[in-house]
């Protein structure tokens, strides 16, 4: 999810002052890997074949960046230029493919991972928005929708109701729009470096894991009165 491009105006490559590109496309393979599993996952739970399988894997690893990446120009995305991309959330598949009794054991420490996931990309799809000449706000939005979009298409690909809508999962968008507007904030200072980004990154990587830990949830309508049963 990374796909590099031009710049618009007199902006300056954020991303290539805060990190290496050899780094970033690390962060961005082990970032995808574990959101892919997540993808599989789910497939699994769903009863798909091994072809349902992989593409919830490669959806929920590739779709936020995909999005991020088309709305932003910045063609083609890196997930069709970049071997790595495609064939990272295929490795995340065959995993949970022959392991995913043992990989469901170990759930927590994969929510761990997708948190910190959450952090990165929130961080780099907001800053490699900016770089492409968007505004703070606009920015910000496609950092959100970088860390949460592919989880979105995940569950309307599996039939569910996306879990950022549902107010019994824990808070899942919010700690990235903190860590969105945390990267917006410092742009708007001129304050982004390796440190304040990876202060974004981690704020939003507690916040999501304290959210695990103490089931933080949105509140609902004011004065709620709706009669719909609930799932």
């Known amino acids: 999810m990374q796909g590099g491009g031009f710049l618009l105006g007199e902006n300056v490559k954020v ?7 050899s780094v970033l496309h690390a962060l961005d393979l082990i970032g995808i890997f574990v959101f892919a599993i997540s993808g599989a996952l789910l497939a699994v739970r769903k009863n798909f074949d091994v ?6 894997a490669e959806v929920t690893g590739l779709g936020g960046g995909l999005f ?9 995305p890196a997930a069709f230029t970049d071997l790595g991309y495609f064939v990272t959330p295929l490795l995340a598949t065959a995993l ?18 997708d948190a910190a996931g959450l952090g990165l990309f929130c961080v780099v799809g907001t800053t490699k928005a900016y770089d492409y000449g968007l505004g703070l706000t606009a920015s910000a939005c496609l950092g ?14 599996a039939n569910e109701v996306p ?30 470096n390796a440190m304040t980004s990876s202060i974004a990154a981690v704020t939003a990587f507690v916040l999501r894991l304290l959210a695990m830990r103490y089931h933080w949830r949105a509140p609902r309508a004011w004065h709620r009165r709706s009669t719909v049963m609930e799932e």
């Open 144 to 157: 959100l929708a970088t860390a949460v979009g592919g989880g979105v298409l995940r569950d309307v690909l």
């Open 51 to 56: 072809f349902g399988m992989a593409v919830l």
């Open 15 to 21: 991303l290539q002052q805060l990190f290496s590109p």
């Open 163 to 192: 879990s950022l809508l549902r107010w019994d999962r824990d808070l899942y968008a919010v700690p990235a729009m903190a860590g969105a507007a945390m990267v917006a904030l410092c742009l708007r200072y001129d304050a982004l």
């Open 96 to 113: 949970v493919f022959f392991l995913h009794p043992h990989v469901e054991r170990i759930q927590a420490a994969v929510n761990v991972f």
């Open 68 to 76: 991020r990446d088309l709305v932003i120009g910045a063609v083609p």
